[in-house]
């Protein structure tokens, strides 16, 4: 019972250009909706993240939307550079206090931005 | 400021046999998870270590345990392995008290068991 699903397993988009990756989730328990993203041989980093009471938010060249009644999020990407190349992991969790996150991750889109 | 450090990276075990994954954490951070990631797969839960003492658990059977000490650094065992188990052990840390970027957890390079 997967609860939080990327459906692309890979997107390709030139530079410059835009790149949105796409997630869905199940579980209405989710309040926080975040973007990882993994380099070959490298942990995950945080990329971003937005509240459920929130429908987006904005960090430089990354923007991530929340439609909660679609229980959809989007992760866009404006410019695309070659060094965003990247696995995308999306992930949520259920806001218990503190920073003790218990994260559902998807399973990742792998994007490649091509020069 | 030294972040996440795991070891080994990489180790080859066989079925019935044991493995103990090492993990210390980023300077300052006083709580560890676990994620499995497997082939194709997202990270995937395991348990999380606090003052010690196991804090959340994922669904994962009784043969994955761990271990966290005075330091903070933290030890995942898995007994009586399991192809199944084949797989990148990621470990993260945060700390609890303080919520920066809702989230945010720092991860290690992992370490990659190949159960044959």
């Known amino acids: 019972d997967q609860q939080v699903k990327q459906n692309s397993p890979s997107l390709s988009v030139q530079e410059g250009r835009i790149s949105i990756l796409n997630c869905d989730y199940t579980?209405?328990?989710?309040?926080?909706f975040l973007w990882y993203k993994k380099y070959p041989a490298e942990g995950p980093t945080f990329l971003i993240s937005?509240?459920?009471?929130?429908d987006k938010n904005e960090d430089g060249r990354f923007t991530v939307f929340l439609n909660k009644s679609a229980k959809h999020l989007s992760l866009h990407i404006v410019p695309s550079q070659p060094g965003d190349s990247a696995v995308y992991f999306c992930?949520?969790?259920?806001?218990?206090?503190?920073?003790?996150?218990?994260?559902?991750f998807g399973k990742g889109t792998l994007l490649t931005v091509n020069p | 400021d030294a972040g996440v450090t795991q070891s080994p990276t990489h180790l080859i075990k066989t079925r019935g046999q044991q493995v103990t994954l090492r993990c210390s954490p980023k300077?300052?951070?006083?709580?560890v998870s676990w994620y499995q990631q497997a082939l194709g797969q997202g990270p995937q839960f395991i348990f999380q270590y606090y003052e010690e003492e196991e804090r959340q658990r994922g669904n994962f059977p009784d043969r994955f345990s761990g271990h966290q000490f005075p330091n903070y650094s933290s030890e995942l065992n898995v007994n009586a392995l399991l192809l199944g188990d084949s797989a990148l052990y990621l470990c993260?840390?945060?700390?609890?008290?303080?919520?920066?970027?809702?989230?945010?957890?720092?991860f290690g390079e992992g370490s990659r068991l190949t159960v044959l």
């Open positions: 300077s300052g951070h006083d709580t």
């Open positions: 992930a949520a969790f259920v806001n218990s206090g503190g920073s003790n996150y218990k994260l559902t």
């Open positions: 937005i509240s459920s009471i929130k």
């Open positions: 579980n209405s328990m989710f309040d926080y």
């Open positions: 993260a840390s945060s700390f609890r008290g303080v919520v920066g970027r809702a989230g945010e957890l720092f």
